[in-house]
């Protein structure tokens, strides 16, 4: 993992379409987050967002100059909280880390949900893992105004736990 900061890229932000599933999948596999064989509730989330049959849930790309998609994003309310949200997913192109992608989504998700407004929107968590894989993760949220809230232990497997970072919208 190249933990080093890049130069800063200009990113355009939009609604994912059809035509970014497969560029939105190599995010996912490419940065290693799935194996090509979990990635069934991954594909499930895409087609309920783009079916429109999953309320509320919204993909977003962001993509360089060239239109090619330099990151996503995956954003629903959270059905057991109160006004809650969750980044469920969140990743830039692993050749183009640390250029801006991902905080561009972050900026963008933040933005439309408080849009939205206190009645519909009043927190964002996101979990991540506390593996070594995931540390340019953790800085990232943390550096993004994300409180380290919370840890589940043994959460993905043995010395693996869940962190859960918070963001207070309103
Ligand atoms: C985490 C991730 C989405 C961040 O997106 P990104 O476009 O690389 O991040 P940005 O360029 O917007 O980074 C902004 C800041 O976050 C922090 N940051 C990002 N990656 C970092 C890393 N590897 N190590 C330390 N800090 C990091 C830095 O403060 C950085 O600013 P700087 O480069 O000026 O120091 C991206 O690295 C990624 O896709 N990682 C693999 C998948 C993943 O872990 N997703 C999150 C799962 S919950």
Same mark, same amino acid.
């Given at each position: $993992?190249?933990?080093? *900061?890049? &130069?800063?890229?200009? &990113?355009?932000?939009?609604?994912? @379409? ?9 995010l ?10 979990e990635?069934?509730?991954? @594909? ?5 967002y783009?079916?429109g049959?999953?309320? +509320?849930h919204s993909?977003? $790309? ?6 090619r998609?330099? +990151?996503?994003?995956?954003?629903? *309310?959270?059905p057991?909280?109160d006004? &809650?949200?969750?980044?469920y997913f969140?990743?830039?192109?692993? /050749?183009?880390?640390r ?12 933005? =439309?949900?408080?849009? !939205?407004g206190?009645? /519909?929107?009043? $927190? ?6 506390s593996?070594?894989?995931y540390?340019?993760a953790?800085a ?19 010395g693996?736990? !869940?962190?859960?970072?918070? !963001? =207070?919208?309103?």
């Open positions: $993992v190249d933990l080093s *900061p890049q &130069v800063p890229q200009s &990113v355009f932000v939009r609604a994912a @379409d059809a035509e970014d599933v497969g560029q939105i999948r190599a996912a596999l490419g940065n290693g987050m799935f194996a090509p064989d990635m069934g509730g991954f @594909d499930d989330g895409l087609s309920g783009l079916s049959a999953a309320e +509320g993909w977003l $790309v962001a993509t360089d100059a060239g239109g998609v330099a +990151g996503a994003a995956y954003f629903a *309310p959270e057991f909280g006004r &809650v949200w969750n980044l969140l990743a830039a192109d692993p /050749s183009n880390h250029r801006g992608a991902g905080s561009s989504l972050v900026t963008h998700v933040e933005q =439309l949900l408080r849009a !939205k206190e009645e /519909s929107a009043r $927190v964002l968590i996101v979990e991540t893992s593996s070594a894989a540390e340019g953790r990232f949220y943390a550096g993004r105004g994300f409180d380290r809230e919370a840890v589940i232990r043994e959460f993905y497997g043995p693996e736990d !869940k962190i859960v970072f918070w !963001k =207070l919208l309103v």
